[in-house]
RNA sequence: GGCCCGUUCGUCUAGCGGUCCAGGACGCUGCCCUUUCACGGCAGAAACACGGGUUCGAUUCCCGUACGGGUCACCA
C-alpha cells in the first residue's frame, strides 16, 4: 500500500524564480495531479544574509499566474504541516541535530571560516585535489572527535562559535536510483562532512531540506540537476536519521541558447527575452527584468513550452493544455539532457494560442491593448478588426501595433511603398474617391465591388491600382484587405485620407 | 583539477537490437494560394561525437576517448 503522493517545490528567496524554476515547479505540479497528490510550496529561507523582499511574493505571484498554486503551503492551505517557511521552523531542526550528535553520526566542529579557508589554499598551493573536512582531515581539526569532552562543554560554555557537522563513514559506497538517470553511485570517500548546523543556529539546506521532507511525508524529490551532487549527502542523512527516503528525480538544466552554461538569472534581458515569468524590479537597484507575462504570453502557451523542454510524450502531440499536460506526463520521459533554451519555439506557441482565441476572446485583448496605447475604434468593429489582425499576430500587443493605420492617420508614407506612385496615381485616387462617395452602403463586398468596377472600365491590373490604393489610405506597402480595411475606417475617414495623400504626393 | 551526470538535424526531440540510407516540431530555403504582407498548403536542405568490443545484425547493449554540463561554502 504506497502512500499518497505528496511533492515540493522549495525554493529559496533570493529573487525572482526563473523559467527554470518555474519548469521545475511545474513538473512537481504535474506529477502530484497526474497521480492525484499534493503539490506544496516550502520557503527554504535558512540563508539570513540572502534574503529579498518581495522575493516570496513574487513566487507566489508567478504560480498563481500559470495556473499552478500549491494546494498546500506558502500561498496553498495549511494542513497541520507547518510552518511552511523555514526560518520558522528553526527550532525544530535543533533536536534532530541534537540526536545525530548524540548518535555519533555528527559531531560539533569549532573551526572558524578563516581556517578553512587557509586550509583550502594550503592545499591547492600543494598542488593536491580539492581539501575536504573528512574522515582523513577531521583527525586534524578542532572539533569534538578530537578535543576533549570537556574542552568541548568550555567551549561551548563560553559561547564560542560552532558547527555541527555529518560523521560520514569510510569508503561506503552511497546508491540510490533516479527516476530520469537510473542508478547513481559515489563512494563517501568523495565526499566530505558537510555543515548541518551553522553557526548562527540555523540549519543548512540539507539539514533543513531532509528533516522538513521527512516531516511533511514528500514522497517524491522532483529538483533540478544541480542537487544531484548533494543527493547521496541526503541519502546519508535520511539514513543517520533511520527514515526512509523518498524517491528522486534530478531534472536536465536549462542552458543558455548561445554560449555554455545553465541559464541563470544574471542572464536577464542580456539575450533579448525574458528569463522571468513576471517582470520584476530589483528592489536594491531598481532595475527592472522583463517578464513573460508582460512579454505578452499567455499563461497557457508559456507552460506549454516549458513542459516540452525536456519532456514530451512520446508522441507527436505538442500542444497541450494544462489538464492534458497532466494526463499526458510521465518523470521516466523526461530527458536525461540538458536543453539549451529556445525563445523562437516559445513564440511559436503564443501564436498559436493567440490564433486558437475565438472573436469574442480577441476582441477583448484588443480593446485592452487599444486602451493601453491610448487609441479607440468604433466597438462594433473590435472582432472583425481583431480577428484580421490576429493572423500576423504573435502577442496581443501586436494586434495594434502590426495595424496602427487602422487607429490613426498615417503620419508618413513608406518609403518602399512609395515607388509605386506615380504621375497617374493622383487621378487613379481621385477616380476612386468619386466612386467611393457615391456608394449607399460603405460596405467591404460594396467596396470591391466598386473598386472591381473601376478596374474593369478602364482595363487596369489589381497590381496597378491596388498599391497606390493601399498606400493613400495606409501609407504602407503591406497588410489585410484593403476593403475591410475601408469599411472599418468609414467611408468619411477612408476619403479623408485619399485626399490627404493626393495632396501631399501630388 | 576531483567527483557526478550527459552526448540523434542549428534548436527541442522520437527512437528503448533488425520496422532507420533515422520520424516530428521550431527555425531556414523553395513552390503554390494571394493586389501586397500575413495565414494556409506543399516540397526541400539538415543529425545517430569518435574508436573498440558484444551480436548474424547496432542509433539502440558494454568499455575507452573526445566533447558538453553540474558540483566541489557555516548559499540554496
Known sequence: MSSKVRVRFAP???????????????????????????FLLRIEDTDQTRYVPGAEDYI??????????PDEGIGGEDRGNGPYRQSER??????YVNELVANDKAYIAFDTA???????????????????????????MKNSLTLPKEEVEAKIAAGEPYVVRIKLPRDHEVRFEDIIRGWVSVNTNNMDDKVLMKADGMPTYHLANIVDDHLMEITHVIRGEEWLPSAPLHI??????GWESPSFAHLPLLLKPDGPGKLSKRDGDRLGFPVFPLEWTNPETGDVASGYREFGFFPGSFLNMLALLGWNPGTEQEVFSLEELVQAFDLSKVSKSG????????????QLYLRKLNETELASLLKTELDKAGYSINEAHLGKVATMMSERATFPQDLVNEGTYLFERPSAYDEKALKKWNDESPAMVGDLIARFDALENFTEAEIEASFKAY??????????????????VTGMG??????????????????????AAVEALA
Open 12 to 38: 529559496s528567496p533570493t529573487g525572482p524564480l526563473h523559467i527554470g524554476g518555474v519548469r521545475t515547479a511545474l513538473y512537481n505540479y504535474l506529477f502530484a495531479k497526474k497521480h492525484g497528490g499534493d
Open 60 to 69: 507566489i505571484e508567478a504560480l498563481k499566474w500559470c495556473g499552478i498554486s
Open 90 to 95: 528553526k527550532p525544530m531542526y535543533m533536536d
Open 114 to 140: 578563516e581556517e578553512l579557508d587557509q586550509m583550502r589554499e594550503l592545499a591547492k598551493a600543494a598542488g593536491a585535489a580539492n581539501w575536504q573536512y573528512n574522515y582523513i582531515t577531521r583527525g586534524n
Open 236 to 241: 546519508m542523512l535520511y539514513e543517520a536519521f
Open 339 to 350: 536543453a539549451k533554451f529556445d525563445f523562437e519555439k516559445g513564440k511559436w506557441f503564443n
Open 455 to 472: 478596374l474593369a472600365e478602364k482595363e487596369l491590373g489589381f497590381g496597378k491600382v491596388g498599391p497606390v490604393f493601399r498606400l493613400a
Open 478 to 499: 503591406m497588410g489585410p484587405s484593403m476593403f475591410t480595411i475601408c469599411e472599418v475606417l468609414g467611408k468619411k475617414e477612408t476619403l479623408a485620407r485619399m485626399n
